[in-house]
């Protein structure tokens, strides 16, 4: 089993920086590819990036690419989500998710929120205009 728990979220202007960590625990970290989605009230759950067991690479939302950025640190078992220039329409609340995702090498496999077994609580991002 794999226990994931983010913070780092909280209240920020437009324009404005958040990072949010996701730790984990319960098995090796570096088995696993780590991915943050996000979810706004009556929206479905999205991607928003993902990195994989090395961190040799990183996938990103159309939405975020440039403004976001995901690494991680295995000898810390965490995650991490550095967003910059934040929007409103960033608003959400934030999901680490984990999944060992062996046979994926293109973004859509990544992706994909039922690729995912494991995830955290959530952290909130409210963005103010």
């Known amino acids: 089993q794999v226990q994931l728990v983010e913070s780092g979220g909280g209240l920020v202007q437009a324009g404005g920086s958040l990072r949010l960590s996701c730790a984990a625990s319960?098995?090796?970290?570096?088995?696993?590819?780590m991915a943050w989605f996000r979810q706004a009230p009556g929206k479905e759950r999205e991607f928003v990036a993902a990195?994989?067991?090395?961190?040799?690479?990183?996938y990103y939302a159309d939405s975020v690419k440039g403004r976001f950025t995901i690494s991680r640190d295995n000898a810390k078992s965490t995650v991490f989500l550095q967003m910059s220039s934040l929007k409103p329409e960033d608003t959400a609340v934030y999901y680490c998710?984990?999944?060992?995702?062996?046979?994926?090498?293109?973004?859509?496999?990544?992706?994909?929120?039922?690729?995912?077994?494991?995830w955290g609580q959530g952290t909130q991002v409210t963005v103010s205009s």
């Open positions: 998710a984990a999944q060992p995702l062996d046979y994926c090498s293109a973004y859509r496999c990544y992706a994909g929120p039922k690729a995912y077994d494991y």
């Open positions: 319960g098995r090796t970290f570096s088995r696993d590819v």
């Open positions: 990195i994989t067991r090395s961190g040799g690479r990183t």
